[in-house]
């Protein structure tokens, strides 16, 4: 019986918690389409989120690239397939690598800023601050960390899909023995429309959710530097699960036969 | 015991019109209730602030000071009771409805809650340029003015709120809760924190900066000097409730066991401490 308690008691939290996650996102959508918008603020944060990425993303992008190139050509040479390496690599780099090594990294930087930030907002009082001086929290706070990241994640994941394969091409033609001409051509004869865009839907839906998570836990972070690590170390975990789980449907919806 | 009643009567109950007018408090609290899980913090609180005058809510640490400040600006929802601002019932108004009443307010908030990100003019004019929707250059001249009004020079605009002493950031806090020449300020604990020179410094310049707009102001604080000084009204809350409301003058002879063991700042009386003796 006990058991049974314990099963509903946490099905309804997580229900709870589900609820508490989803009024938030609307709340903060809602403020994104409606006046006034702080074009200011979602300038700023387009630079934060998405120009000051660009160093991490692009070195994991390279090196995954280089890496997996490296791998493949190991692998596929166990049967005769080496001039698969180019046209596997960008399928790889563009579909899966670039959006959820990207996602991550950006989760990594972004959704703790966002966490640690907010949550020493709301601790020391600047958010009550913000609505006593008739400003919406949400409208000046959220939504613009929302918009700039749903923007900007896929704007660095086109640029890590670019790097990501520039590392392939320089470990295939660098190591691996490859002619630029060939590399260059498996490359792009095999790539479709699809395998970009599919990563660049992901990318979006990244952006969002690492805005969401870091903003959600910083505004409802409490008990002072302990709550605001708490609320940090929380986005980076759930924003992570999130990319992961919603990484595997968004797969599906594009490529289930 | 009360030397004014908590509660005025009611504007209907008035003969005219005009008369009902002139004695509809700025801030009215009825039968406020706020509970935090099991814990009763404000317990059918009553109490008026009237137009023009500077009401100064003592009580010790825990008692619902700052929840009754939070529950009037909408960041706290009470579970029952009624706040009225201008005779507007408040409780429950959302969106643009709920920013018009706060464009009536200005806060010092206990920790000054200057914005980390922007500089200390920006700080000042934050009210003016988001609420106000007045231009920046404008906004930065009048927050240059304001804070000057709390004896800070230009140059102080252009710092960052990580560079100013304590005392510097509870007069830009001040400056900030003026910008706007807001109809009531509210003081959360405003010479907390401060040496006993600073203190009296905020003090003065909250009396100076209030008389000079008008404004109806309501503090909290258990710092008995400041709240001498800055009061034309004192009253005690104690378990959720005033318990003694009356001229600052009469603080003295209040009558009340509660009021007379908090002001002289004794350990024994009717208040008893929570502490583990060992």
Not at chain 1, 23 to 30: H, P, V
Not at chain 2, 92 to 117: C, N, P, T, V, Y
Request: neutral net charge; proline residues 4%.
């Amino acid at each position: 019986m006990k058991f049974l308690a314990l099963i509903g008691r946490v099905t309804l939290q997580f229900l709870a918690a589900a609820g508490r996650l989803a009024i938030f996102a609307g709340k903060s959508l809602a403020h994104v389409v409606s006046p006034p918008i702080y074009f200011r603020h979602i300038g700023a944060q387009m630079i934060s989120i998405g120009y000051f990425s660009l160093p991490v993303v692009g070195l994991t992008a390279l090196f995954t690239g280089a890496v997996l190139a490296l791998q493949i050509y190991v692998g596929s040479s166990r049967f005769s397939a080496e001039s698969t390496v180019a046209t596997v690599v960008v399928i790889a780099i563009t579909r899966e690598l670039g959006p959820v090594l990207a996602g991550l990294m950006v989760a990594g930087r972004v959704s703790a800023a966002m966490a640690a930030e907010i949550g020493t907002m709301r601790v020391t009082e600047q958010i009550d601050a913000l609505t006593t001086l008739a400003t919406n929290p949400h409208k000046y706070l959220i939504a613009p960390r929302l918009l700039a990241a749903t923007v900007m994640l896929p704007l660095l994941v086109l640029v890590a899909d670019t790097i990501g394969v520039l590392g392939g091409y320089m470990v295939g033609t660098g190591k691996l023995g490859f002619s630029t001409g060939s590399y260059l051509k498996n490359t792009v004869n095999y790539i479709e429309f699809l395998d970009v865009f599919s990563g660049v839907v992901k990318a979006a839906a990244f952006g969002f959710i690492i805005a969401l998570m870091g903003c959600y836990h910083g505004y409802h972070s409490r008990g002072g530097a302990q709550g605001v690590g708490s609320a940090t170390r929380n986005a980076v975990v759930s924003a992570s699960i999130l990319i992961l789980v919603t990484n595997y449907f968004v797969t599906e919806m594009f490529f289930s036969t | 015991m009360n030397d004014r009643p908590l509660a005025a009567p009611a504007p209907e109950e008035s003969a005219g019109h005009d008369t009902a007018a002139a004695e509809t408090p700025k801030i009215r609290l009825r039968g406020l209730c706020k509970r935090f899980g099991k814990n009763v913090v404000l317990d059918a609180l009553d109490l008026d602030i009237p137009r023009g005058r500077s009401v100064v809510v003592i009580g010790g640490s825990g008692t619902g000071k700052s929840v009754m400040l939070k529950c009037i600006l909408g960041l706290l929802r009470p579970e029952h009771g009624s706040i009225t601002i201008d005779g507007e019932e408040v409780v429950g108004l959302r969106g643009r409805e709920r920013d018009r009443i706060l464009r009536k307010f200005g806060m010092l908030f206990q920790s000054a809650a200057l914005f980390d990100s922007l500089p200390v003019w920006e700080n000042v004019a934050f009210g003016l340029i988001a609420g106000h929707k007045m231009k920046r250059g404008e906004a930065k001249d009048v927050a240059i003015a304001k804070l000057a009004m709390v004896g800070l020079g230009p140059e102080v605009g252009m710092l960052s709120p990580a560079e100013l002493s304590g005392g510097m950031r509870k007069r830009v806090g001040l400056a900030r809760a003026i910008a706007t020449e807001p109809e009531c300020i509210f003081f959360d604990e405003p010479t907390t924190g401060l040496d006993p020179i600073m203190a009296d410094v905020i003090n003065d310049l909250i009396i100076d900066c209030v008389r000079e707009l008008g404004a109806t102001t309501l503090s909290i604080t258990h710092d008995m000097a400041s709240a001498r000084k800055i009061a034309d009204e004192i009253g005690m809350l104690y378990q959720g409730r005033i318990i003694w409301l009356g001229p600052v003058d009469r603080i003295d002879h209040s009558g009340n066991p509660y009021v007379d063991q908090f002001i002289n700042g004794r350990a024994e009386g009717p208040i008893h401490m929570e502490v583990l003796k060992r």
